[in-house]
């Protein structure tokens, strides 16, 4: 009898205090209570908050139930610490998968993503855009990755809001000043197109390859960085990724050529 009490379900009140950590956090940080449920009327009105929640709720649990336990043992070791071998800069774009188009598993790719895959330009003085280069001073100092990647992408909305007329990006300030990094990229290829003219299609393309260049170039302008790449203790790759056919590019700094990687 005594056997059956101990092993018996938690009672309400015990399971309340299993709950210990999630309980903890949200007396510290507690989101407006109001502005959750009125978003969420606003979300069931447009039907689409019922799907999409449920999607991503059901896919943690999948993940946990399938996925989880079948690499317990990676997630084992990755408990205390990582050893990422490569910093992966990518565009936000929701088509590009890090992970999965290098299949990659966790502990492996550190991942740094931004709108058209940018790098600004070292500058210790104004310490502007600091999210990026932040991850890549962590990256190179601490992880003392082997590799970077610039992996850039097809039909980029990034790379083509760069010809956008001004008003056109007027609700949007803050992506207007993210993009002006790249200003330079638009300006090389409105000067080659004008010598030799090309459709919007290759002229998106053209933009978005040169781009990776341009951000391989952008590195180079963190000493630190730069001097590991001259001696040879670091990599810099530059990939286009090809959505509609899944070919990555790598590009040949001899041949200045991106090459299908096969
Ligand atoms: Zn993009």
Redesign the pocket.
Same mark, same amino acid.
């Given at each position: 009898m005594e056997k059956n009490t101990e092993s018996k379900l938690p009672d309400k009140t015990d399971r309340k205090r299993s709950a210990t950590p999630v309980d903890t956090i949200s007396s510290l940080y507690s989101f407006p209570a109001a502005f959750a449920s009125s978003s969420k009327k606003v979300l069931r009105s447009l039907n689409v908050f019922p799907l999409m929640s449920d999607k991503l709720f059901d896919g943690v649990k999948e993940f946990h139930s399938k996925d989880f336990i079948e690499n317990r043992e990676i997630f084992r070791q990755l408990q205390q610490e990582q050893h990422p071998h490569t910093l992966f800069i990518g /565009?936000s774009?929701s088509r590009v998968v890090p992970s999965l188009i290098t299949k990659s598993l966790p502990g492996e790719l550190f991942i740094v993503r931004n709108i058209?895959n940018i790098v600004p330009v070292h500058n210790m003085k104004q310490m502007d855009y600091v999210a990026t280069s932040a991850v890549i001073e962590y990256a190179v100092k601490v992880l003392e990755v082997e590799n970077i990647i610039i992996c850039g992408?097809s039909n /980029? @909305? @990034? /790379?083509q809001a760069l010809y956008y007329e001004p008003q056109r990006m007027r609700k949007l300030p803050q992506t207007r000043k993210w993009l002006s990094l790249a200003k330079s990229v638009k300006n090389s290829v409105k000067k080659k197109i004008a010598e030799n003219p090309v459709l919007e299609p290759e002229r998106s393309k053209m933009t978005e390859q040169l781009n990776i260049v341009q951000q391989m170039n952008h590195l180079l302008t963190y000493p630190y960085l730069r001097s590991k790449y001259q001696k040879g203790q670091i990599r810099l790759m530059g990939w286009y990724y090809a959505i509609e056919t899944g070919d990555v590019y790598n590009y040949s700094v001899e041949k200045r050529v991106f090459e299908k990687i096969s």
């Open positions: /565009c774009d058209a992408h /980029c @909305g @990034g /790379c």
